[in-house]
């Protein structure tokens, strides 16, 4: 299959093709946008996307120095009660961090091997010999450590990471690297992964591999799930028109959930 030219990867379209490779062929072949209008917007799955949207959006304003006063007041006027909660913890948590070595919502692009992929950092702080990754979640139930360690997410942001970091400081050395899970309902029990010069190569050597394989996919092979308990959370099931099953899996409906997160760009105060 020939892929567009200037396609870039990211963990979405990664975990997307690990997921379901119909709907990566859907999303990032077929470019189709997700059915909105046929989505219960009540849906918990959706309420739920939602709300950790508007939770980062509240957060990149907050590290881009929007008075904390503002960001409280839209949290407590927001639809959802816990946002008060979620932001007064990031606040708490993070007030630290503001500065001119915080990067909130950075977007890096580099390549691994032969193909570009790209990262968007929802926190990147690069000091001189450190690189700090964070990434914020809006989760009901706290998500296990080998289940996040598994995620494309944690195997491609780290190398990104390293080539923002090579690119500020000119340094080819490799720095101690903290990848942080930060759960907004359980600020108290982050996931914290250190990332060593192994993990780093073995990563990549995983993440050539997969996208030589998407690369070289033929079209009639990108079919769907045999897994259909994860069509109840996909943004596309409505193309597919399956008979959809209960579906009571707390670690799916965050895997499905998370591959279909992307925040929008915006600017501070909007």
């Given at each position: 299959?020939?892929?567009?030219?200037?396609?870039?990867?990211?963990?979405?379209?990664?975990?997307?093709?690990?997921?379901?490779?119909?709907?990566?062929?859907?999303?990032?072949?077929?470019?189709?946008?997700?059915?909105?209008?046929?989505?219960?917007?009540?849906?918990?799955?959706?309420?739920?996307?939602?709300?950790?949207?508007?939770?980062?959006?509240?957060?990149?304003?907050?590290?881009?120095?929007?008075?904390?006063?503002?960001?409280?007041?839209?949290?407590?006027?927001?639809?959802?009660?816990?946002?008060?909660?979620?932001?007064?913890?990031?606040?708490?948590?993070?007030?630290?961090?503001?500065?001119?070595?915080?990067?909130?919502?950075?977007?890096?692009?580099?390549?691994?091997?032969?193909?570009?992929?790209?990262?968007?950092?929802?926190?990147?702080?690069?000091?001189?010999?450190?690189?700090?990754?964070?990434?914020?979640?809006?989760?009901?139930?706290?998500?296990?450590?080998?289940?996040?360690?598994?995620?494309?997410?944690?195997?491609?942001?780290?190398?990104?990471?390293?080539?923002?970091?090579?690119?500020?400081?000119?340094?080819?050395?490799?720095?101690?690297?903290?990848?942080?899970?930060?759960?907004?309902?359980?600020?108290?029990?982050?996931?914290?992964?250190?990332?060593?010069?192994?993990?780093?190569?073995?990563?990549?050597?995983?993440?050539?591999?997969?996208?030589?394989?998407?690369?070289?996919?033929?079209?009639?092979?990108f079919y769907k799930t045999t897994h259909q308990d994860r069509c109840a959370y996909c943004l596309y099931r409505t193309?597919?028109?399956?008979?959809?099953?209960?579906?009571?899996?707390?670690?799916?409906?965050?895997?499905?959930?998370?591959?279909?997160?992307?925040?929008?760009?915006?600017?501070?105060?909007?």
């Amino acid at each position: 299959m020939n892929m567009d030219n200037h396609f870039s990867f990211s963990q979405s379209s990664l975990q997307s093709y690990l997921n379901c490779r119909h709907q990566f062929f859907l999303r990032y072949i077929q470019r189709l946008n997700w059915p909105s209008s046929l989505l219960d917007p009540w849906n918990p799955a959706e309420i739920e996307r939602q709300a950790g949207i508007r939770f980062h959006r509240l957060a990149q304003n907050f590290f881009l120095g929007v008075p904390e006063e503002v960001i409280r007041t839209h949290a407590v006027n927001d639809d959802d009660s816990r946002m008060d909660v979620w932001v007064s913890n990031l606040i708490n948590a993070f007030k630290s961090h503001i500065g001119s070595e915080a990067s909130p919502e950075m977007t890096m692009t580099g390549k691994i091997g032969p193909f570009s992929a790209t990262a968007k950092f929802d926190l990147l702080v690069i000091k001189a010999h450190e690189i700090h990754i964070y990434d914020w979640k809006t989760s009901r139930h706290a998500p296990k450590a080998g289940w996040l360690r598994r995620r494309v997410q944690t195997q491609l942001y780290p190398l990104l990471a390293l080539r923002a970091y090579q690119q500020k400081t000119g340094n080819t050395v490799i720095p101690q690297i903290n990848f942080t899970y930060w759960e907004a309902s359980f600020p108290a029990n982050p996931i914290i992964f250190s990332i060593g010069e192994n993990d780093l190569r073995q990563s990549e050597e995983y993440l050539i591999d997969l996208m030589t394989e998407i690369t070289h996919q033929p079209t009639d092979n990108f079919y769907k799930t045999t897994h259909q308990d994860r069509c109840a959370y996909c943004l596309y099931r409505t193309y597919c028109h399956r008979q959809l099953t209960d579906a009571n899996n707390l670690e799916l409906e965050q895997d499905m959930r998370f591959t279909d997160f992307e925040l929008p760009d915006i600017s501070a105060g909007k």
